[in-house]
Nanobody, 121 residues
Framework: QVQLVESGGGLVQAGGSLRLSCAAS????????MGWFRQAPGKEREFVAA????????YYTDSVKGRFTISRDNAKNTVYLQMNSLKSEDTAVYYC??????????????WGQGTQVTVSP
């Protein structure tokens, strides 16, 4: 059974930092990209960042460029999202996913349960 488990969310003041982790287990994801999405209350799930299997290619949504960094450790089957200079508009539930390098949710086959990130003004 495939499992993706996110951790690292929490409450932080604006301008602060958090590092999210997503550990994959249950099967090998060799060759697959991984991505981060987020969903704020009353809004649709939106793409945040994606990283190729090798880690050599990364994509970000414009609103997080220069503030967020996605990385992965394939030996640990783990993907990370370092979030700096957080803003209140970053408040959302953050999900990791395994799939293609796409920017839409239906291009990802496996999803974690999500971790809450709350940024206070």
């Amino acid at each position: 059974q495939v499992q993706l488990v996110e951790s690292g969310g929490g409450l932080v003041q604006a301008g602060g930092s958090l590092r999210l982790s997503c550990a994959a287990s249950g099967r090998t994801f060799s060759g697959y990209a991984m991505g981060w999405f987020r969903q704020a209350p009353g809004k649709e799930r939106e793409f945040v960042a994606a990283i190729s299997w090798s880690g050599g290619t990364t994509y970000y949504t414009d609103s997080v460029k220069g503030r967020f960094t996605i990385s992965r450790d394939n030996a640990k089957n783990t993907v990370y999202l370092q979030m700096n200079s957080l803003k209140s508009e970053d408040t959302a539930v953050y999900y990791c996913a395994v799939g293609t390098m796409g920017r839409v949710a239906n291009e990802y086959a496996y999803w974690g349960q999500g971790t809450q990130v709350t940024v206070s003004p």
